[in-house]
């Protein structure tokens, strides 16, 4: 259950954060890992490094549920760049790999309100090349642990509710889902129930350990298989967190 108090009339209401400071609006500046580097959107930069890694989704599996997307040229995707790069909310990061230094994919910052404490993560495009690799977890910790650092108390992941690998994402990062809102939008054309899932601050450090003990190079043997899986570690920290409910 969430932490209460009594007013003066014995009705509960929760604490006050007295000690708690509005936090600034996310600065638009790179983060750096071992894997991967989140860097702000520039077209110049990372146009034509994720229109060839979007590209090699020959189907186009990874639009299903994006807001953007699908480019059929270079120039589409320049121009879509060029307005994402421009936004301040959605505030567009692209995930270059280090291993190149070519960018592989994109997420943003989104709904974003210092007012209350609370940011999203969102706008995932990850391509064949970055999905299922250690760059790709390891940009998501970049961007959650930024937030916290920055002092928000909530970080928040929605997806549509049939959008599996999106929810299985979610839970492995560490992410507790609180619910569905049904028909919460119309998207695409097509009715949308959505999925909420938050890290709270005082999950935060449980989950950041978590990561780092995943991403730790021992974890991992010499053919860059993991020796213990994140799900593994976080699984046990959402089951808690949603039986205390």
Known sequence: MSQSILNPLGQPVGPVLDCWTVPPFPPRRSLAGRYC???????????????????????????????????????????????????????????????????????????????????????????????RTTAATEAMLLMMRNAFE??????????????????????????????????????????????????IDRDWEEVRSCHERWLAPDNFDADGGQRESLSRLTAPLVRRRFASW
Do not use: M
Request: net charge negative; aromatic share 14%; with cysteine.
């Open 37 to 131: 580097r989140v860097e702000p959107l520039d077209p110049a930069c990372h146009a034509e490094d994720l229109y060839e890694a979007t590209a090699a989704d020959v189907e186009g599996r990874i639009w299903t549920y994006l807001s953007y997307g699908p480019f059929d040229s270079r120039a589409d995707l320049q121009a879509w760049a060029e307005a994402a790069a421009a936004s301040e909310d959605p505030l567009f990061f692209a995930i270059v790999d280090e291993a190149d230094g070519r960018a592989a994919g994109v997420a943003a910052y989104l709904r974003i309100n210092p007012a209350v404490g609370s940011i999203e993560v969102g706008s995932i495009c990850y391509p064949p090349r970055l999905q």
């Open 150 to 199: 920055l002092g928000y108390r909530r970080y928040e992941w929605k997806c549509d509710r049939l959008n599996a690998p999106s929810i299985a994402a979610a839970e492995r990062l560490g992410f507790t889902f609180e619910g569905v809102f049904r028909q919460a939008t119309i998207f695409r054309g097509r009715n949308r129930d959505t999925a909420w899932f938050a890290i």
